[in-house]
């Protein structure tokens, strides 16, 4: 009978154990299934209005931002600087240090002007817009005024008539646009002809 009792109390001893892993298997499980699940929450990008929430995130970020350039000098093996002004306080702070900054400043403005064409100013870009667009207007007068020239040619010989009021200079350019046709012609009937 004592064999019994032992052995009961064993048994249970050990499905009380086993129920407990069973559960803290589970708990932790959970556990782990609660923490894949949470995400950081996406940050509204607006000014912060508490000066000391402000405070922090700008310590945290000024932070992280001086790891970003530390490491894209190591990784990439250039030159970097970040300078930061607080605006919690009148001191700026300048990453590595001053007298690093301002060699790759002086670096970045000596390049600067040794090519202008990749690294414009807004006077110079502003003045590429507009050489770019005239050359563009010009561009599109001429097809204008050959596609006027068209319709023109077109209604002389639907009215086999030119009107009195035409110029030299309109003559002249209809005469190198028929002058252009009749080559396209030629063309076309020269190449007809060898394909066949």
């Known amino acids: 009978m004592k064999t019994y009792i032992a052995l009961y109390k064993s048994w249970n001893a050990f499905s009380n ?35 000391s929430t402000r405070k922090a995130s700008y310590k945290k970020r000024k932070k992280t931002i001086i790891k970003k350039v530390r490491e894209l000098t190591i990784l990439c093996g250039i030159p970097a600087c970040a300078i930061i002004s607080d605006p919690f306080d009148s001191k700026t702070e300048v990453w590595p240090n001053l007298k690093e900054a301002k060699q790759v400043i002086e670096r970045y403005q000596n390049s600067y002007m040794k090519d202008e064409r990749k690294n414009v100013n807004q006077e110079s870009f502003l003045l590429q817009q507009i050489t770019k667009a005239r050359d563009q207007l010009r561009k599109q007068r001429q097809d204008n005024h050959e596609n006027e020239l068209n319709i023109r040619m077109i209604w002389y010989l639907q009215n086999k008539t030119v009107p009195d009021d035409t110029t030299v200079s309109d003559l002249k350019d209809l005469d190198k646009l028929i002058a252009k046709k009749m080559k396209e012609i030629d063309d076309k009937m020269a190449s007809l002809s060898l394909s066949n």
Not at 28 to 45: D, E, I, N, P, Y
């Open 17 to 51: 154990t086993k129920q407990i892993i069973k559960t803290t298997y589970s708990w932790s499980f959970s556990l782990q299934l609660h923490c894949l699940a949470m995400t950081r929450k996406k940050v509204k990008l607006a000014f912060i209005s508490n000066d």
